[in-house]
C-alpha cells in the first residue's frame, strides 16, 4: 500500500492543477473537495492561479488531521467562509470536534478565517513572526480579499491567532504525533511545516512548491531561503509532502521547483551581475525551465527583479 501511494504521488498530474481548470467544487466556496492524501489526512487543494472571484480566494491548501480524539486544522483559510466550509467537510467525515488549527504564515489565505475558528473556540496556533506579520498587514489582506470575492468575504474579520511558538510546538492527540516546527527563513515570516514523523508526511506551507511558480517578495531573504531548506527542511526527509499550493508530491518535485528554482535563478542572476547588466535586463533572464508552471507569467520578471536586488548587495 505505501508503495501504491508513492508511486500515486510521484506521478501526480500537473494538468488538474492548471489555473484555467473552473470551478472543481460548484457546491461549495471551496475549490476542491478535500481528499484523503494518506489515512486520516486530508487536504482540500486549492487554485494554483492568483486568489480570484470565481475560486472565492481559495488558492492554497487547506488540510486537516483526524487524530482519533480530536482534529487538527493546517490553515484557517482565507476567508470566514472558507473556513466554514472546510468545518462542513470535516463534519460529514468525522464527528470528532476540531480541538486546534495552525495556520502556516502571516499571509491572510493562511489567517483570514480566525475569525470563524475563534467563534468556535477553537485554539489558533502561529509562530511569532507570523502574529507580527498579520497584525501589521492583516487589515490590508482583508481589504483586497473583499475586493477580490466581494460578499464570498462577509463575516471575515482581523482576529489574531490565540497562541504563539518560536521553534516546535508538540502535539499528542489521539493516535497521532504532531508538531508543527519553524525551521529558518524561507518564503515569508513565520513559515513553518507541520510535520507528522510516524507518517513520514511534511504539510510544508510555503515552504515548497511545485505546480505553480513560487512568489519572491522584498522580504523573501533567497540565500537564507535555500540555507534552510539545505540544513534542515531536507533532513526531515518526508515521504509525502502536501505544500502550501499544489497537489500532494514528494521531495524530488518540490526540491525542483523550489530549492532548484532557487539556486538557478540566483545563478542566472549572478551571471548577469558579473557581466555589469542592470536591473532593467535582469527582469528577463532565461527561466523557460519553469515557462511550464502555473503563475510563471504573472511572477517571473518579479521574482528577477527581487534577486537582482537582493544580489547586488550580497
Known amino acids: 500500500m505505501r508503495s501504491f501511494i508513492c508511486a500515486m504521488l510521484a506521478i501526480a498530474a500537473p494538468a488538474f492543477a492548471d489555473e484555467n481548470i473552473a470551478d472543481q467544487y460548484p457546491g461549495s466556496v471551496l475549490y476542491s473537495k478535500p481528499v484523503e492524501v494518506i489515512p486520516h489526512v486530508f487536504s482540500a487543494i486549492g487554485a494554483t492561479a492568483p486568489p480570484t472571484y470565481e475560486n472565492a480566494g481559495h488558492n492554497n491548501n487547506l488540510s486537516f488531521v483526524v487524530t482519533g480524539d480530536g482534529v ?27 480541538k486546534l488549527v495552525f495556520t502556516e504564515n502571516g499571509q491572510g489565505h493562511a489567517m483570514l478565517g480566525n475569525s470563524y475558528w475563534v467563534e468556535q473556540g477553537v485554539k489558533i496556533v502561529a509562530h511569532t513572526d507570523a502574529a507580527h506579520e498579520f497584525k501589521e498587514n492583516g487589515g490590508g489582506s482583508l481589504r483586497a480579499t473583499q475586493a477580490r470575492v466581494k460578499e464570498r468575504a462577509d463575516g471575515t474579520t482581523v482576529m489574531p491567532p490565540t497562541e504563539t511558538f518560536e521553534d516546535v ?17 524561507a518564503h515569508s515570516p513565520g513559515d513553518i511545516v507541520v510535520w507528522l514523523p510516524e507518517q513520514s508526511l511534511v504539510i510544508s506551507g510555503d515552504m515548497a512548491f511545485h505546480e505553480r511558480m513560487l512568489p519572491i517578495f522584498d522580504h523573501t531573504m533567497t540565500a537564507d531561503w535555500i540555507e534552510t531548506w539545505d540544513s534542515e527542511f531536507e533532513a526531515l526527509n518526508a515521504t509525502y509532502v502536501i505544500p502550501g499550493h499544489g497537489h500532494p508530491t514528494n521531495m524530488d518535485q518540490v526540491r525542483r521547483y523550489t530549492r532548484d528554482y532557487l539556486v538557478y535563478l540566483r545563478e542566472k542572476v549572478g551571471a548577469h551581475l558579473e557581466d555589469g547588466g ?3 535586463d535582469a527582469y528577463y533572464v532565461d527561466q523557460t525551465p519553469y515557462a511550464h508552471l502555473d503563475t510563471f507569467e504573472e511572477l517571473a520578471t518579479k521574482n528577477a527583479g527581487r534577486v537582482y536586488e537582493q544580489m547586488e548587495f550580497e
Open 72 to 98: 487538527v486544522v493546517v490553515n484557517s483559510g482565507g476567508s470566514y467562509q472558507l473556513a466554514q466550509a472546510l468545518h462542513e467537510e470535516i463534519k460529514a467525515v468525522t464527528d470528532q470536534p476540531v
Open 278 to 280: 542592470d536591473l532593467a
Open 169 to 185: 510546538y508538540h502535539v499528542e492527540m489521539g493516535d497521532m504525533q504532531i508538531e508543527a516546527r519553524y525551521l529558518g527563513p
